[in-house]
């Protein structure tokens, strides 16, 4: 089993920052590729921005020059930093993680609970 917690949504006003952090855990032999998903109000689940093991990312046009992802190996843990944020930002915001079980070397594809955010004035 792989566990992905979440943690750093909220209400913020427009124009404010928010950082959200996911923090892996389990039978992991290694991660590939961590993401950020959205689910706006009445949507489907869109990608956000993701990260793979090598630091190489892309972004949701819609976030590119707002949003930086990163992440830390060696706490198997990923963070997106929201700047400028807008009320189209709001939805709630799943972390994914995908990569290889330890000791079975079986592919892992997991997601957390969620995390609100909400940016409105």
């Known amino acids: 089993q792989v566990q992905l917690v979440e943690s750093g949504g909220g209400l913020v006003q427009p124009g404010g920052s928010l950082r959200l952090s996911c923090t892996a855990s389990?039978?992991?032999?290694?991660?590939?590729?961590m993401a950020w998903y959205r689910r706006a109000p009445g949507m489907q689940r869109d990608l956000v921005a993701a990260?793979?093991?090598?630091?190489?990312?892309n972004y949701a046009d819609s976030v590119k020059g707002r949003f930086t992802i990163s992440r830390d190996g060696a706490k198997n843990t990923m963070y997106l930093q929201m700047n400028s944020l807008k009320p189209e930002d709001t939805g709630v915001y799943y972390c994914?993680?995908?990569?290889?079980?330890?000791?079975?070397?079986?592919?892992?594809?997991?997601w957390g609970q969620g995390t609100q955010v909400t940016v409105s004035s």
């Open positions: 994914n993680a995908a990569g290889l079980r330890i000791t079975t070397l079986r592919i892992f594809d997991s």
């Open positions: 389990g039978s992991i032999f290694t991660i590939n590729r």
């Open positions: 990260i793979r093991s090598r630091g190489n990312t």
